[in-house]
């Protein structure tokens, strides 16, 4: 069964899923991991959004936070201030999934320059909200292509904190949420080792550790008992294709 990198990621992404959990949503492809999540293995996924909506059931594939596509069905309504100040500052959320530009060694994301920030290379979208998912979400999430641009050692500016440079500095800089618990790629799933270092636990079916390390901006450590990822199934592959993005606005854009 054949399968694009977009689709591998989303599936993969959308397994790390658990039933009962309350997710802020973005979107791009982990808005098509959540609402897989939902249609599967996960139908107790509480999904919210940045807009300020609470617990959305989109009859179709939402195209922005600020869709009309998610006020049906939804639990409730509120500003954008409330969803940040009474549920994610106070420990609500469970998942946050957030891109970058760079994600190095310690998880840390970059989403607002390529190069020094006074005379970028490239000046990119910027935080949103993600500095605040980074710092308060209780695990937060990453999808992304496997390339060693996107994998530095060190990355050019710090848009969102993951472990920073190791979990005790984390820690101590005092903010409650839990860090990176993995990141979903093209060619398998890092996660942070005790020390906050994100290392290779899983490849996905045909990929070698060797391709992981090629392609990363830093000695990546391979888990001892490296993981095998199972293959994408018909049915989510069918939910993907033909009810949740038929028309590949996302799973196009992300190949």
Same mark, same amino acid.
């Given at each position: 069964?054949?399968?694009? $990198?977009?689709?591998?990621?989303?599936?993969?992404?959308?397994?790390?899923?658990?039933? @009962?959990?309350?997710?802020?949503?973005?979107?791009?492809? #982990?808005?098509?991991?959540?609402?897989?999540?939902? *249609?599967?293995?996960?139908?107790?996924?509480?999904?919210? +959004?940045?807009?300020?909506?609470?617990?959305?059931?989109?009859?179709?594939?939402?195209?922005?936070?600020?869709?009309?596509?998610?006020?049906?069905?939804?639990?409730?309504?509120?500003?954008?201030?409330?969803?940040?100040?009474? +549920?994610?500052? *106070?420990?609500?959320?469970?998942?946050?999934?957030?891109? @970058?530009?760079?994600?190095?060694?310690? @998880?840390?994301?970059?989403?607002?320059?390529?190069? !020094? +920030?006074?005379? !970028?290379?490239?000046?990119? $979208?910027?935080?949103?909200?993600?500095?605040?998912?980074?710092?308060?979400?209780? %695990?937060?999430?990453?999808?992304? #292509?496997?390339?060693?641009?996107?994998?530095?050692?060190?990355?050019?500016?710090?848009?969102?904190?993951?472990?920073?440079? @190791? %979990?005790?500095?984390?820690?101590?800089?005092?903010?409650?949420?839990?860090?990176?618990?993995?990141?979903?790629?093209?060619?398998?799933?890092?996660?942070?080792?005790?020390?906050?270092?994100?290392?290779?636990?899983?490849?996905? #079916?045909?990929?070698?550790?060797?391709?992981?390390?090629?392609?990363?901006?830093? !000695?990546?450590?391979?888990? *001892?008992?490296? %993981?095998?990822?199972? !293959? $994408?199934?018909?049915?989510?592959?069918?939910?993907? *294709?033909?009810?949740?993005?038929?028309?590949?606005? +996302?799973?196009?854009?992300?190949?």
């Amino acid at each position: 069964m054949s399968y694009s $990198p977009a689709e591998l990621m989303t599936i993969n992404a959308a397994r790390l899923l658990r039933d @009962g959990d309350v997710v802020f949503v973005g979107v791009g492809l #982990p808005n098509l991991a959540c609402n897989l999540a939902r *249609r599967t293995h996960a139908p107790n996924l509480t999904m919210i +959004y940045e807009a300020g909506v609470i617990g959305a059931q989109p009859a179709r594939l939402p195209l922005s936070i600020g869709d009309p596509t998610l006020v049906a069905g939804s639990a409730a309504i509120c500003s954008m201030y409330e969803i940040f100040a009474f +549920y994610l500052q *106070r420990g609500l959320i469970d998942v946050g999934f957030l891109g @970058g530009a760079q994600i190095d060694r310690y @998880g840390n994301v970059n989403a607002t320059v390529i190069g !020094p +920030y006074a005379q !970028p290379k490239v000046r990119l $979208p910027g935080s949103g909200g993600s500095a605040e998912i980074a710092a308060w979400a209780n %695990r937060t999430y990453f999808i992304t #292509p496997h390339q060693k641009r996107r994998f530095p050692e060190t990355c050019d500016f710090v848009t969102g904190a993951g472990f920073l440079s @190791g %979990r005790a500095a984390r820690q101590a800089s005092g903010v409650r949420g839990g860090g990176p618990h993995a990141v979903v790629t093209d060619l398998g799933i890092l996660e942070p080792d005790e020390a906050g270092e994100l290392a290779l636990a899983a490849l996905h #079916p045909g990929r070698t550790p060797a391709e992981a390390v090629a392609a990363t901006g830093w !000695p990546l450590k391979v888990a *001892r008992e490296l %993981r095998e990822t199972a !293959p $994408p199934t018909a049915e989510e592959l069918r939910l993907l *294709r033909e009810e949740l993005d038929p028309q590949g606005i +996302y799973l196009k854009g992300a190949a």
